[in-house]
Structures are given as C-alpha cells and as structure tokens.
C-alpha cells in the first residue's frame, strides 16, 4: 500500500515530496493494521504450548518491527536515496 501510494504521488510531485506524502497518507492506516495483526499474535503467548508462546511472541514483535521501523523509515529513506531506480523495473510506457 505505501509503495501504491507513492507511485501515485510521484506521478505529480518530486520523489522526496511524494515519499512524505505518501507516508503521511497512509502511515496510519500501516500503523492500525501492525497492531492488530501483532496483537492477533501476541495471543499466543497466553497459550500453554510452549511453542505456540515463543512462534507468537517472535512474530509479534517482527510484525511490530515492520509496522513502526522498516515501513515508516527504512523503505522511504531507500526510495529516497535510490531516486528513479527504486521503481525498477516497471512497465515501460508505448506511446
């Protein structure tokens, strides 16, 4: 979804404004959806499988990993620094 949103933006602004819009768009949306799926997770650490505690606890905390570090920061601080070549390779357009 947030690289959907800042190919849309790209189309009309420069990369580094698209990226900020495109965070400040749909970063909440991002950040509700990792805290529900980690929540989801982390319900299984109330289970008494000790496996099921340490598969739930570990894909809470990557889930929440993604939600708050990688999506918000380290993808558009990528799309920034790579410019143009992040989008590669893309459908080239016929005229």
């Known amino acids: 979804m947030l690289i959907l949103r800042i190919r849309e933006e790209k189309e009309h602004l420069p990369i580094k404004d698209a990226v900020r ?4 768009k749909i970063g909440g949306v991002i950040s509700s959806a990792g805290l529900i799926l980690a929540a989801t997770f982390a319900v299984l650490i109330t289970q008494p499988v000790m496996e099921l505690r340490a598969f739930g606890f570990t894909v809470a ?35």
């Open 21 to 24: 819009e495109g965070v400040a």
């Open 61 to 95: 905390i990557g889930v929440l990993v993604d939600t708050f570090l990688v999506r918000p920061i380290v993808i558009p601080a990528l799309i920034v620094i790579l410019g143009k070549c992040s989008f590669w390779p893309k459908k080239l357009k016929h005229d």
